[in-house]
């Protein structure tokens, strides 16, 4: 008994090939549209809810392992969507638009991205999101973070033998475990509702869009910018200054 037809196999195809892998006929990584960031940001946002709704369903079922694991799936949707305003600094460049789909389907990467802010709460809520830090990762402590995370998403989901003992998802997670993992993704959730709505983050990447020359590199705009700006400063400072 075939689950799919012929022709929904052909189509199913076509989606990942199109969409799933971004690739284009001619084989490049897609280009996207201010629509489809805008599509993609409200996406993200509505998989990451569903997300962690099923992982409070699990873990009120007593489902801890599974619980954790979509804790940590929805922590990957909100990490990719903190990307995808990085796409303006890609620009027509294909090499960089290799990388951002190369990072747009890194788990690590992701997680790296869902961790940026949303626990600096010494800074204060409400400041902005450094976008351009964001495309150029430097956070060695926050990668290394990443990587824990992400094996602990591997941990629930495999049975396997680990120096000769035979290992259950059931032995690393309890109840308290799948709820702690379930606020840490509330949190970030709340976090992007609050402070990074689809709204502000598109306006800030149709004014970065108007600034750049075309052909420009993403290194060679922020280079620009960041010189623009110490001119200014500098500016600013000569009119305090007393004469």
């Not at 052909?10 to 280009?31: E, R, Y």
């Not at 992007?192 to 689809?198: G, H, L, P, R, W």
């Amino acid at each position: 008994m075939e689950i799919f037809s012929s022709e929904e196999r052909v189509s199913m195809g076509k989606i990942n090939d199109d969409i799933v892998f971004g690739k284009n006929k001619g084989g490049l990584p897609a280009k996207l549209n201010l629509r489809q960031l805008r599509q993609l940001l409200d996406n993200c946002m509505d998989n990451a809810k569903e997300l962690i709704r099923a992982a409070e369903i699990l873990c009120n079922h007593k489902l801890y392992s599974p619980s954790v694991h979509l804790s940590v799936l929805a922590l990957e949707e909100l990490g990719k969507r903190r990307m995808l305003p990085t796409y303006i600094w890609v620009g027509d460049i294909d090499s960089e638009r290799k990388r951002f789909w190369n990072d747009f389907r890194s788990h690590k990467r992701k997680l790296y991205l869902a961790f940026w802010y949303p626990f600096d709460i010494d800074k204060g809520a409400g400041h902005k999101v450094d976008y351009i830090s964001l495309f150029f990762e430097r956070d060695t402590e926050l990668r290394l973070h990443s990587h824990i995370v992400d094996k602990v998403k591997q941990l629930t989901l495999y049975t396997d033998v680990v120096e000769g003992v035979v290992t259950n998802p059931k032995m690393f997670f309890n109840k308290q475990s799948a709820s702690d993992w379930l606020a840490i993704s509330k949190q970030c959730l709340d976090y992007q509702t609050e402070f990074e709505s689809a709204d502000n983050i598109l306006q800030s990447c149709k004014s970065i869009r108007k600034r750049r020359k075309k052909g420009e590199s993403a290194a060679d705009f922020l280079g620009r910018l960041l010189m623009e700006k110490a001119k200014r400063r500098r500016l600013k400072d000569y009119f305090r200054s007393p004469s």
